[in-house]
T-cell receptor, first 111, second 116 residues
Framework: DVKVTQSSRYLVKRTGEKVFLECVQDMDHENMFWYRQDPGLGLRLIYFSYDVKMKEKGDIPEGYSVSREKKERFSLILESASTNQTSMYLC??????????FGDGTRLSIL | AQKITQTQPGMFVQEKEAVTLDCTYDTSDQSYGLFWYKQPSSGEMIFLIYQGSYDEQNATEGRYSLNFQKARKSANLVISASQLGDSAMYFCAMREGGGSQGNLIFGKGTKLSVKP
């Protein structure tokens, strides 16, 4: 079975902090994705990566950056956290022509 | 315009009955894929079923089947013999183009509640 692991299920941070959300997959997938999910808005793509050291902006990249130094790990970075970034964050990975498989999600609160 | 439309924000179904969750999509691509995911209250997104645009047969996976009507651009999920554990949010998603990568576009979801 595909395993996508997100480092935290729940996280509370303060405004202005630099926040790192980590995601690791164990299936040697090329593709990795970060989404945020908000009530009434569904899932929105923040960033994605099709290869190591490669990244592409999704629909809502503002205020975020990403890092993919190794194939199995894709990190989402909130450079200076703000309260409007309080949300559920979901990481996913997929192989070529395969469905995306998701982690358990991180519920992030910015106070 | 929305690319994936799920018109039912919430639905109720009696345990052991079948239920259909609606999904319509909009694309000009000839090659695309349609997916359904389940999200329980615990938050994880679980892949359920996939239908490719060139697949002639409707996809089935256990109690899940996809009623694919290409001309109407609909891809409804049918859950047979509902169970209490089926209570969750259900999301329809589309991947456009025939490439191996392709991002998913999600609908806003349908909340299914199964009554005992």
């Amino acid at each position: 079975d595909v395993k996508v692991t997100q480092s935290s299920r729940y996280l509370v941070k303060r405004t202005g902090e630099k926040v790192f959300l980590e995601c690791v997959q164990d299936m040697d997938h090329e593709n990795m994705f970060w989404y945020r999910q908000d009530p009434g808005l569904g899932l929105r793509l923040i960033y994605f990566s099709y290869d190591v050291k490669m990244k592409e902006k999704g629909d809502i990249p503002e205020g975020y950056s990403v890092s993919r130094e190794k194939k199995e790990r894709f990190s989402l970075i909130l450079e200076s956290a703000s309260t409007n970034q309080t949300s559920m964050y979901l990481c996913a990975s997929s192989g070529a022509y395969q469905p995306q498989h998701f982690g358990d999600g991180t519920r992030l609160s910015i106070l | 315009a929305q690319k994936i439309t799920q018109t039912q924000p919430g639905m109720f179904v009696q345990e052991k009955e079948a239920v259909t969750l609606d999904c319509t999509y909009d694309t000009s691509d000839q090659s695309y894929g349609l997916f359904w995911y389940k999200q329980p209250s615990s938050g994880e997104m679980i892949f359920l079923i996939y239908q490719g645009s060139y697949d002639e047969q409707n996809a089935t996976e256990g109690r899940y089947s996809l009623n694919f009507q290409k001309a109407r651009k609909s891809a409804n999920l049918v859950i047979s013999a509902s169970q209490l554990g089926d209570s969750a949010m259900y999301f329809c998603a589309m991947r456009e183009g025939g490439g191996s990568q392709g991002n998913l576009i999600f609908g806003k979801g349908t909340k299914l509640s199964v009554k005992p």
